[in-house]
């Protein structure tokens, strides 16, 4: 999650706030692609490992968070 410098963070959430999941596989091939190409939705990291990320969050703006594939800048 990517939000500016400030207080009371999970208040500061919402739609438009920055997540970015990554599936890294554990192999050494995984290094020949740049870390962006292995970025997915928070959702399907739950369904993979059964966590429940960004639970503190508001449900609507879980649910908006968690589908959401990052397309920002890598660098």
């Given at each position: 999650?990517?939000?500016?410098?400030?207080?009371?963070?999970?208040?500061?959430?919402?739609?438009?706030?920055?997540?970015?999941?990554?599936?890294?596989?554990?192999?050494?091939?995984?290094?020949?692609?740049?870390?962006?190409?292995?970025?997915?939705?928070?959702?399907?990291?739950e369904s993979s490992t059964g966590l429940d990320?960004?639970?503190?969050?508001?449900?609507?703006?879980?649910?908006?968070?968690?589908?959401?594939?990052?397309?920002?800048?890598?660098?």
């Amino acid at each position: 999650m990517v939000l500016p410098e400030g207080e009371d963070d999970l208040s500061r959430i919402t739609p438009n706030t920055r997540v970015i999941a990554v599936d890294i596989p554990n192999t050494q091939a995984a290094s020949a692609l740049p870390w962006g190409d292995y970025r997915t939705s928070v959702n399907a990291i739950e369904s993979s490992t059964g966590l429940d990320l960004l639970n503190l969050v508001t449900a609507t703006v879980q649910d908006e968070l968690e589908a959401v594939v990052d397309g920002g800048p890598t660098e």
